[in-house]
């Protein structure tokens, strides 16, 4: 494993976690990530979407895209009733089951707290507690006695929810916090750019920044044509079911085993030489990894990967458990390993892709 994780990275992740960006809405992310770039930007522009582009200082040669998600998996009112409840809509993949009697953060005129109601055990049936419930039974509550007293916290239809805002430090170097997918993706981009920035490269290099991923990746639609990269890495946060009750064969990836390099997911399944090009690098520099091979999820490098005459994509990942819960958990040192592994890649990017040309 890699030495102690820094404590940049560790307040990079932090900060950037602990802002809030629903799909839609990832403005506060923006500002954070354009603070943090500042000086190794050359440029940088946000397209009709909203996705965040930012050429950084950093030579001349083949065009090379890192690209991270800004949004997080929340909520947004649907339905405000007479009493004041708030029904809500998923902005993402959400477990209906996590949910209940969670802390949420309303978006109205200010930051108003509330919590996903439910039904005490004490007047649940046997047959109720079986049932996992559907969105259209869950509801918020603000404290609110009616729909003018929550119209006056600027609380309305299409109003966001999110899950509340905290960083903790666990045993030795884990973490845990609200949105680190995939927060933790957008802290890599950053670090290796501002590596690129510092130490150089032969390259032009773009950190992309897209939006409403957990949608369906519909940022990342529009990115391509505006840079036409080269090679494009995608970084991610990806699931570690390595957790009790799951067999090994179902782990996916494990915490604190290193970066996770990905073979094939639901949108793409990764070019060999891609795979080899980066374990190769990895085993060269003594970084920690791990292959990964799922079915059952997406990143933005589906829509990248078959954009234009075709981009080669690579995906590089911090492994996190209880993903698209209120309470994910990380390893710092996966994390460290990633920024590690997307440096070299960077960095030795040129001779890749003179071989496959």
Not at 30 to 38: A, N, P, Q, R, T
Not at 157 to 166: A, I, L, Q
Not at 290 to 315: E, K, N, W, Y
Request: with cysteine; net charge negative.
């Amino acid at each position: 494993m890699v030495n102690e994780p820094s404590s940049r990275i560790t307040e990079l992740l932090r900060q950037l976690s602990t802002a809030y960006g629903p799909p839609g809405f990832e403005d506060g992310v923006v500002e954070i990530l354009m603070k943090e770039l500042g000086d190794a930007a050359e440029k940088h522009w946000r397209d009709g979407m909203g996705n965040l582009f930012v050429k950084i200082k950093s030579g001349s040669g083949p065009r090379i895209m890192l690209v991270a998600h800004m949004d997080e998996v929340s909520m947004i009112v649907k339905h405000v009733d007479e009493d004041g409840f708030l029904y809500i809509a998923p902005l993402g993949w959400l477990d209906t089951r996590v949910l209940l009697g969670q802390r949420v953060v309303v978006h109205g005129k200010r930051l108003v707290e509330g919590c996903i109601g439910a039904k005490p055990p004490h007047i649940t049936t046997q047959e109720e507690q079986k049932v996992v419930p559907s969105f259209k039974e869950l509801y918020v509550d603000v404290g609110a006695s009616s729909r003018e007293e929550a119209a006056s916290l600027g609380i309305e239809k299409g109003t966001y929810v999110t899950f509340p805002s905290y960083f903790s430090f666990l045993a030795g170097t884990r973490v845990m916090g609200k949105s680190f997918d995939d927060r933790a993706g957008c802290a890599a981009v950053v670090a290796i750019s501002r590596l690129i920035y510092e130490l150089g490269a032969g390259c032009e290099l773009y950190a992309v920044f897209t939006v409403q991923e957990e949608l369906g990746l519909r940022g990342a639609a529009t990115i391509v044509g505006q840079i036409d990269p080269h090679l494009a890495l995608v970084f991610e946060c990806t699931v570690a079911a390595d957790i009790p009750g799951n067999p090994p064969s179902e782990h996916v990836t494990r915490v604190g085993r290193g970066a996770a390099i990905r073979v094939m997911d639901s949108s793409m399944l990764t070019r060999r030489d891609i795979i080899n090009y980066l374990a190769g690098l990895a085993d060269a520099h003594g970084v920690p990894y791990q292959l990964q091979v799922m079915t059952g999820s997406i990143t933005d490098a589906g829509r990248i990967h078959m954009m234009g005459r075709g981009v080669p994509t690579g995906v590089i990942s911090t492994p996190c458990r209880n993903l698209h819960t209120p309470n994910l958990l990380l390893d710092l040192r996966d994390l460290e390993c990633v920024v590690r592994l997307g440096h070299l890649a960077v960095t030795h990017a040129g001779e890749y892709l003179q071989g496959i040309r």
